[in-house]
């Protein structure tokens, strides 16, 4: 008995350690026009949304300059009912709701539906760092401010101007809720990814958007929450019940989390995927000669190996010779600035967290996992995922804070209730991926995105990489795509120097907005044709 329960705590860990949850955050942009309220809602003003006397509900309006366009919109922080199909009341789902108010008579404007991860983490990293109208104002993305106080700024590569943006925070996570008793009809795949069709559906039909171009964002374990959905959403009575035949224009995943099989471990596929990765983190660091290889060449050649001499040893194993080996060796350490001996030691295999803490050990170093572009003393640490990450240490504390901010003095939101920013206990570790409540993910969920690509040949997917992403690796995202039955004609791939949050930075910000911005526009078009 003893035994089993210390092999489930064991998959509990695991779980944890892949569960992506996301956090990064953005230098300032240039100068734009102050985003300040215009009006507020009555119930805001008096407020009677607060959670002693009802559901959340709170009505701003303000302007903005958004990707060089002045334009008015209003803030809506409003409470979805999450209830069986019973009608049983089993939770809410509080979500912000941000669209134009300057386009009266103009055609449905695009829609998009954006989460982040965990699960167990609320939407506030995308909503603070990438999409919407306030960010987390940092100074130096990789070394930012840790104390109070901190500073949000105006964002004005938030796509407001082309769509509407609604930000999800799923139930148990941000304000909202579940009702005791019934975390095990919420926290799963299929029960999040039920409670989150249900709250489109109802969105659209309040809303009157059903016409509308419709788009989802995911990121980390979002990414799995995207392609459930998805599938769910353009599914017929077998998968959900009843006709629901809701069809997507887009899809757009960061830190891509699909398949969690072999990672950050010595499995063969791991090493592999993961290689291009620890190649571009060492030369971020200087580990190998700057001089003779681009950062990009850095990763080609890492690629190129992966995909051959390096491939052909791990498959042959313990027949390898020594020789064969010794070159390999050599190679590895030369590409991933790690000794020699460190690399024969680990038997050609070397997993992410033991490359974070061994790349700059001789300067007493750590890199973070979630960006590798981050360091903290290699010092006993609390063994914390997220809190002794040496990125997600720094850069957290500011989104906590900055969600808080825009929340009261932005959105105008006054209740008792605390903000959830990550619930691992009550949440991740007790998940469900289809075998019970905190054992590990054993699917795939590409299959679910190929599925839902497959009915709607229309459906195209914006598929970014964090360069530094230690967590999920750009060779991981690539491989997953590639060994699914997916369209790549569908499929746009982009790459961002930075990490598990692919828009930490200025340049990385401005550059995935962008191309955030292009898709929707394409994707929306009247005339787009599969």
């Known amino acids: 008995m003893n035994d089993r329960l210390g092999l489930r705590e064991v998959f509990q860990q695991a779980a944890l350690a892949v569960a992506v949850l996301c956090a990064t955050a953005a230098a300032p942009a240039e100068p734009v026009e102050t985003t300040q309220p215009i009006k507020i809602s009555a119930a805001a003003a008096s407020g009677a949304a607060d959670s002693a006397a009802g559901p959340i509900h709170f009505e701003t309006e303000h302007s903005g300059t958004f990707n060089g366009k002045t334009v008015r919109y209003q803030a809506i ?19 912000t709701t941000y669209r134009r108010t300057d386009l009266a008579g103009a055609q449905p404007r695009p829609v998009l539906f954006t989460f982040n991860g965990g699960p167990g983490s609320a939407s506030l990293w995308l909503q603070m760092g990438l999409i919407g109208p306030k960010r987390v104002d940092f100074k ?64 659209l039909a309040r809303n009157g958007q059903q016409n509308a171009p419709k788009f ?33 224009n887009g899809i757009i995943m960061l830190g891509q989390a ?29 580990r190998v000669d700057q001089k003779k290889s681009t950062l990009q060449s850095q990763i080609d050649d890492a690629t190129s190996f992966a995909a051959g001499e390096y491939l052909t040893i791990l498959y042959k194993g313990s027949s390898a010779t ?19 001996a460190f690399v024969l030691r680990k038997n050609l295999r070397i997993s992410p967290k033991e490359f974070s803490s061994e790349l700059l050990a001789s300067q007493g170093q750590q890199v973070g996992l979630y960006d590798g572009r981050y360091t903290l003393p290699l010092v006993p640490t609390g063994g914390d995922l997220v809190a002794d990450d040496p990125a997600m240490a720094q850069y957290i504390p500011a989104f906590v804070a900055g969600v808080q901010l825009h929340l009261r003095d932005d959105l105008k939101v006054a209740t008792q209730m ?112 599969p």
């Open 77 to 95: 922080v409003d409470t979805f009912q999450l209830k069986a199909d019973s009608g049983e009341k089993i939770g809410t789902i509080v979500s």
């Open 322 to 340: 020594a020789a064969e080996k010794s070159r390999v060796t050599q190679k590895l350490a030369a590409l991933t600035g790690l000794p020699e």
């Open 140 to 203: 130096d993305d990789v070394h930012p401010r840790t104390v109070p106080p901190f500073k949000i700024t105006d964002n004005a590569e938030s796509p407001l101007d082309v769509a509407t943006v609604v930000v999800i925070d799923p139930p148990g996570t941000g304000f909202s809720t579940v009702v005791p008793g019934k975390e095990t009809e919420v926290f799963g795949v299929e029960q999040d990814a039920t409670a989150n069709v249900k709250f489109i559906q109802d969105w």
């Open 216 to 248: 989802l964002l995911g990121e980390s374990y979002g990414t799995i929450r995207a392609a459930r959905v998805a599938k769910m959403l353009g599914g017929g009575p077998s998968e959900t019940g009843s006709l629901t035949a809701i069809t997507l």
């Open 258 to 286: 699909m398949d969690y099989l072999g990672r950050d471990s010595h499995e063969d596929r791991s090493c592999l995927n993961v290689l291009p990765t620890l190649a571009a983190v060492a030369w971020y660091h200087g």
């Open 418 to 529: 605390p903000y959830k920013a990550i619930e691992f206990r009550s949440i991740n570790a007790r998940w469900d991926y289809g075998h019970g409540p905190g054992l590990p993910q054993s699917w795939n969920y590409a299959n679910e995105l190929a599925i839902a690509m497959r009915r709607n040949p229309a459906l195209k997917l914006l598929l970014g990489e964090g360069t530094y992403d230690l967590v999920t690796t750009m060779g991981d995202a690539d491989y997953t795509i590639d060994h699914a039955a997916i369209d790549r004609s569908r499929v746009i791939v982009k790459r961002y120097a930075s990490g598990h949050m692919p828009y930490l930075g200025d340049e990385n910000r401005k550059l995935l907005a962008k191309d955030i911005r292009e898709f929707i526009t394409a994707a929306s078009r009247a005339d787009a044709r």
